[in-house]
């Protein structure tokens, strides 16, 4: 059987390390810290007690072939976005190649559970409305934490709610279908974020707050790290 391969989990651990080691902190602008440690605090309550518990038997259930595939069906799926806010972005070439790798993983790749584009080196972009945004010059907005949701901005908070209604699962129905997509969404994710826990240290707030904007800076830069030692010359 071959073995299904999910680059996901590989492009988040990348990331986290990228917020560790390249990343820089930013200012301390954040005047709803008070409210956003509060539910950061309940966040990390649900998540102990709840969240986290279920993604470990998640993990501890499905095989990693399994997994990989759940990934790859999700992934899949962002393509659509994906290829959307490219176009948005005047990215045609990127929203093109998305709609291929759409194409070619939905059919080829049984629905997306494979990732036929991936090894034939058509990657994907990683785009979204919040990135779009940035595009447009709308500013970020004031660093704030989502109950159940996490780190977020303003701007990212309303990105983040077009992107729901743009994914396709929303063509569901009945509801029941969408929260089922939705809920195993949610802990693969958490089942992949569970062999980089040990990375966090220090103050878990001001850790998650410059790693999600030193993340988000990242993609809207579209890679490109910013030296910040360019400035003292």
């Given at each position: ?45 649900a998540?102990a007690?709840f ?95 989502l ?29 029941e ?57």
């Amino acid at each position: 059987m071959a073995k299904i391969v999910s680059w996901r989990p590989l492009r988040l651990i990348k990331l986290v390390f990228l917020c560790l080691f390249v990343g820089h902190a930013f200012a301390n602008d954040d005047p709803l810290e008070a409210g956003n440690r509060k539910i950061h605090g309940f966040n990390e309550y649900a998540d102990a007690k709840f969240l986290r518990p279920i993604a470990k038997i998640y993990e501890r259930t499905l095989p990693t072939n399994l997994r990989s595939g759940v990934t790859n069906f999700f992934s899949n799926l962002e393509s659509v976005n994906n290829a959307l806010n490219s176009a948005l972005q005047m990215k045609i070439g990127e929203s093109l190649q998305e709609l291929t790798r759409f194409c070619l993983n939905t059919t080829i790749g049984i629905g997306g559970f494979f990732d036929p584009a991936s090894r034939l080196t058509i990657t994907d972009s990683d785009e979204d409305f919040g990135q779009t945004f940035s595009v447009w010059g709308i500013g970020r907005g004031n660093y704030i934490v989502l109950p159940f949701f996490g780190p977020s901005t303003v701007k990212d908070a309303v990105g983040s709610s077009l992107d729901f209604i743009a994914n396709p699962t929303r063509l569901y129905n009945p509801t029941e279908q969408q929260l089922f997509f939705s809920a195993t969404d949610v802990v693969n994710n958490r089942a992949e974020l569970l062999p980089v826990e040990n990375v966090v240290f220090g103050d878990k707030y001001l850790f998650y707050k410059n790693a999600y904007l030193q993340r988000r800076e990242f993609l809207e830069l579209d890679g490109q790290v910013v030296d910040s030692f360019d400035d003292e010359f």
